[in-house]
């Protein structure tokens, strides 16, 4: 399997802030990387796919980059909504493992 | 507007077998262009991927749960099924059906999810 590193595992910031989100793969994945939001009692969210495309609907400051083995999730201007926890997922394989994810709270 | 629905007993004894269907409505599951999958996550803890099929009834498992795991098709009613054997406490968790922009890619519609709890 794919094992898929997350990183931090919780993360404080102040609204404004530009929070960063980081995920490794233990191989190389190319781009198939997704990123997820999602909130307490809730279904998941596709907020990134392909490593570094927006979901449609999905607000401008949220944007991923990356290649190969690593890759980042940023939000430019935390806003309060974003509160949440974010999980990476790489699909270059089966089974599509799922970071640990990275529970984001205001400070 | 995509809607995907679960549905099932919320609660299963040790050993038995769990069954959740989910209901697609808004859209055909017979698209050529999707994928259908369940994915889980036990509470408080991360997201597992259990499985997905096509239209066509190809499946797809995750190797860890591949012994148990039984996923179905009914493009008559528009809804996709979940069979997982032998459970155990271990299998308590939310589970949630979803649409798959490939085999195991990624998920753009989820159900709202569904808590099934393993006791006696």
């Known amino acids: 399997d794919i094992q898929m590193t997350q990183s931090p595992s919780s993360l404080s910031a102040s609204v404004g802030d530009r929070v960063t989100i980081t995920c490794q793969a233990s191989?190389?994945?190319?781009?198939?990387l997704n990123w997820y939001q999602q909130k307490p009692g809730k279904a998941p969210k596709l907020l990134i796919y392909?490593?570094?495309n927006l979901e449609t609907g999905v607000p401008s400051r949220f944007s991923g980059s990356g290649s190969g083995t690593d890759f980042t999730f940023t939000i430019s201007s935390l806003q309060p909504e974003d509160i949440a926890t974010y999980y990476c997922?790489?699909?270059?394989?089966?089974?599509?493992?799922f970071g640990q994810g990275t529970k984001l709270e205001i400070k | 507007q995509l809607q995907l629905q679960e549905s099932g007993p919320g609660l299963v004894k040790p050993s038995e077998t769990l069954s959740l269907t989910c209901t697609v409505s808004?859209?055909?599951?017979?698209?050529?262009?999707?994928?259908w999958g369940w994915i889980r996550q036990p509470p408080g803890k991360g997201l597992e991927w259990i499985g997905s099929?096509?239209?066509?009834?190809?499946?797809y498992y995750n190797p860890s749960l591949k012994s148990r795991v039984t996923i179905s098709v009914d493009t008559s009613k528009n809804q996709f099924s979940l069979k997982l054997s032998s459970v155990t406490a271990a299998d308590t968790a939310v589970y949630y059906c979803?649409?798959?922009?490939?085999?195991?890619?990624?998920?753009?519609?989820w159900g709202q999810g569904t808590l099934v709890t393993v006791s006696s």
């Open positions: 979803a649409r798959h922009l490939a085999v195991a890619g990624p998920s753009d519609y």
């Open positions: 808004g859209g055909s599951i017979s698209s050529s262009s999707y994928y």
């Open positions: 099929i096509y239209y066509s009834g190809s499946t």
């Open positions: 191989q190389d994945i190319s781009n198939y």
């Open positions: 392909d490593a570094s």
């Open positions: 997922q790489q699909y270059d394989n089966l089974p599509p493992l």
